[in-house]
């Protein structure tokens, strides 16, 4: 079974450009999550959609982020302009989430993004 | 805001010694998750706990979640060097999102 996929595995771009960030959830789960981890702050969740539409977006840093969900299998994570400080690896997740359960989240490979 | 801290934060042990992590959370958690993530990987479901008290076992591992549900442990006996990695508990209040806990960091010498 394809689990969650991302894309670029790697990203080196310079400060200033715009990043793009990929993301196909599990064929079937209704809820997606982008999380950035770095070494300082671990494992931080920036956004989170559900069927979607984004349900809480209190976690992402500031306005040069953006995350869209134009359909069930496809959501994307924008930084721009990006700074050196936006270097960190980028996990999306999805997960099945029914209601009365608190689902398991499924997390892609991730994208290591480097901001020189 | 919810918060949920790990300790501790690095842990260096000789293989087939024990290990454990400990959970806490400023809330009550309606149930906690634990994920492990390997060097270089991405985190990966390990077990969910829900009932108060409730202790689940894997093999080596052994996961509680505390009576008043605002801590838990991993308990891993007898470690081997296949359990390198960084391990995640994750607390939910209600039908909320899950909170990553800060990790505690294991490595195993042979």
């Known amino acids: 079974d394809a689990g969650v996929i991302q894309s670029p595995r790697h990203e080196v771009t310079e400060m200033g450009q715009e990043v793009t960030l990929r993301c196909k959830p599990i064929?079937?789960?209704?809820?997606l999550f982008w999380y950035r981890q770095t070494m300082m702050r671990g494992l931080e969740l920036l956004i989170y959609?559900?069927?979607?539409?984004?349900?809480?977006d209190s976690g992402m840093p500031e306005d040069r982020f953006s995350a869209k969900m134009p359909n069930a299998s496809f959501s994307t994570l924008k930084i721009q302009p990006s700074e050196p400080r936006d270097s960190a690896v980028y996990f999306c997740?999805?997960?099945?989430?029914?209601?009365?359960?608190?689902?398991?989240?499924?997390f892609g490979p991730g994208t290591r993004l480097l901001v020189l | 805001g919810q918060q949920v801290m790990q300790i501790p934060q690095y842990q260096h042990v000789q293989e087939g010694e024990d290990f454990t992590t400990y959970c806490n959370s400023s809330?009550?958690?309606?149930?906690i998750q634990w994920y492990k993530q390997r060097p270089g990987g991405h985190p990966v479901f390990l077990i969910q706990?829900?009932?108060?008290?409730e202790v689940k076992k894997q093999k080596r591992l052994t996961f509680q979640f505390g009576e008043a549900k605002k801590n838990s442990s991993l308990h891993i006996t007898a470690t081997q060097t296949t359990d390198v990695g960084t391990y995640f508990c994750?607390?939910?209040?209600?039908?909320?999102?899950?909170?990553f806990g800060t990790g505690t960091r294991l490595q195993v010498f042979p």
């Open positions: 997740a999805s997960s099945l989430r029914v209601a009365g359960t608190q689902e398991t989240q499924y």
């Open positions: 064929s079937g789960h209704n809820s």
């Open positions: 959609f559900n069927n979607n539409v984004p349900i809480d």
């Open positions: 809330t009550t958690l309606s149930n």
């Open positions: 706990l829900v009932k108060s008290g």
């Open positions: 994750a607390g939910i209040r209600g039908t909320d999102k899950l909170i």
